[in-house]
């Protein structure tokens, strides 16, 4: 079986430039988890993203399967861009690595519309300490694998504040997203307020 790691790693570079930092973190039980740091560049001059490298090497199980497959079922990386130079989002890199290894931790299946919680804020003083995984395909394109592998999709990671979490739980995903659209919400700025939600 190909180690995916390599193409994941390579469509990343494709998409987002050359990495200009990565960090490594281990959890007890957990295959390792690398995030790398894309610098702003282009068009959008003041956008930095992070992105998981690791969290694809095995499929996401199915947490009420009695044995979990080790060939077929979902694969992800997660990415989050967030601008530049407003606040100390480097910071991300660990709580983002606790995201990527929860489906090796806790079993779970991430996917678009649901939400992840780190418990503490993303990065400091940051107004989240959620997030809500967005559909991929618009900033890197899913990486299709040899058969029976499935595809591994590249998720975006939307911030959100406790409010917006709790509000999301009660409405559902499509509807905060529309919210967030319908007032203009720059869901990249680091310390941005919560969406108007009355």
Known sequence: MADVLPLVEARLRSALGEPDARAAVTFLGTDRIEVLRFPAAGQEGDVVRYATLGMSAQPMADPTAALADPVKGPRAELVLSVRSGAADTDKVLRPLAVLAASP??????????????????????????????????????????????????????LPMTPNEAAWKRVHGAPALQERWLNHGTDLRDPSRRSVPLD
Do not use: H, M, N, Y
Request: aromatic share 6%; no cysteine; charged share 20%.
């Open 104 to 157: 090796q931790v806790e079993g779970v299946i991430v996917a678009p519309g649901a939400s992840l919680d780190v418990g503490e804020p993303l990065w400091p003083g940051a107004p989240f300490t959620s997030v809500l995984v967005a559909e991929p395909g618009g900033l890197v394109e899913d990486l299709e694998l040899d058969a029976p592998l499935d595809p591994v999709r590249f998720l975006p990671l």
